[in-house]
């Protein structure tokens, strides 16, 4: 294995939480509030619901495959040459995947923070630093995500408790107003994004210590699943049904708080809990795309390869549509196909490698 590396089972769970709830914060109320309205919480429930079964799914893979990452396991699942090349598409997804958060990370800082900021130095900036963290191997983010994650975890209870006293829970009522469809139809595109989790096909072979790894991962998995009901519900709470109509529900929450003359225009803290998440989402799909990349082709040491593949990312982060609307549009419609393209895909590996191991246990007797 090119990495020698290892991370552990909490580390793991917390690089599994950062990877969807930072932008599912930023983006979830806006996204899914368009089809479900008021109740626009429940999508991520049923979208999580979904979620879950790809996350065990994948989980079981690397039971199944201990030793390997996904680019060693689909070949023997798929044959070599069928097994390589969707190794290879695995890895340009997840770089692009990268490329598609850097993207909303620098249209975030330069429409809200740092308006005269061209997006190009926020990006590249940021790009720089990530890929200096993957040089630095599957320990150091491990252990980046250990030191900020739970900080930010924190902070974001904090911002909640401080929005109560603006809270009108009537918002959110009738609860399945027009039934329960809107709700599903809004979880289209959280069910999407449970593809990323495909990226644990390079972290599962990594761990110090593989036993209960489920349970750290489903302790995660309802941790996202608790943020992003209860981002939902203060969009609802305080905005109403025209939560979905602000570009960054959760900004307009946090400028809300107000106590006193003396505590109000805290947006730095709504920064201090989604740049370092942001940070790491970053550096997890990067990482996984170096080493696949570096495996794939045959190279003993992938840290060569955490620039030059930065740079490409940074670039394939303005191939996207210029303007934000295009780009939200993008978000809820081409970016969804590329997503559930992904997340069958793992579903596919899975069932085939089920189907080989049945087969070669009854070919055994």
């Known amino acids: 294995m090119v990495e020698k590396g290892k991370i552990t089972r909490g580390q793991l769970a917390l690089l599994i939480y950062a990877i969807l709830v930072y932008d ?6 806006k996204i899914t509030g368009q089809a479900a309205e008021r109740d626009l919480w429940l999508s991520p429930v049923w979208g999580n619901l979904a979620g879950l079964t790809f996350l065990l799914a994948m989980l079981r893979l690397g039971r199944m495959f201990p030793e390997e990452t996904i680019m060693g396991y689909t070949q023997r ?32 800082i330069s429409s809200v923070f740092l308006e005269n900021t ?44 401080l929005t109560i006293p603006d809270w009108d829970v009537s918002n959110v009522l ?38 209960k790894v489920t349970l750290y991962s489903l302790g995660a998995w309802l941790l996202l699943l608790i943020t992003l009901v209860v981002s939902g519900l203060i969009s609802i709470f305080l905005f109403g049904q025209h939560a979905s109509m602000l570009n960054y529900p959760f900004i307009e929450v946090v400028r809300y708080i107000a106590i006193g003359e003396f505590f ?34 045959g190279l003993k040491d992938y840290r060569a390869l ?21 780009f939200d549009r993008y978000l809820a419609t081409s970016h969804v196909f590329l997503d559930s393209t992904f997340f069958v895909l793992g579903l596919i590996l899975f069932l085939a490698a089920w189907i080989r191991g049945k087969l070669g246990a009854r070919k055994a007797k």
């Open 174 to 211: 009738p609860i399945f107003g027009n039934g329960l469809a809107p709700s599903i139809k809004g979880a289209a595109v959280p069910i999407s994004w449970f593809g990323a989790y495909i990226v644990l096909g390079f972290y599962l072979p990594l761990l110090s210590n593989r036993r």
């Open 264 to 297: 109000q225009h805290i947006d730095a803290l709504l920064l201090a809990v989604w740049l370092p998440g942001t940070f790491i989402e970053l550096a997890v799909y990067q990482y996984a795309a170096v080493l696949g990349t570096a495996e794939g082709i």
């Open 306 to 326: 955490a620039l030059p593949i930065g740079c490409l990312i940074l670039i394939m982060s303005f191939w996207s549509p210029y303007s934000e609307v295009d």
């Open 77 to 108: 699942i798929l044959g070599r040459y069928a097994g390589k090349a969707v190794g290879f598409a695995i890895v340009f997804y997840l770089a692009y995947q990268t490329s598609t958060v850097l993207r909303i990370y620098s249209g975030f």
């Open 24 to 29: 599912g914060i930023l983006m979830i109320p």
């Open 118 to 161: 061209p997006p190009l130095v926020a990006a590249g900036g940021v790009m720089f630093l990530v890929s200096y963290a993957v040089r630095g191997g599957v320990e150091t983010l491990g252990r980046l995500g250990q030191l900020f994650l739970p900080i930010t975890i924190v902070i974001f209870a904090l911002l909640v408790v």
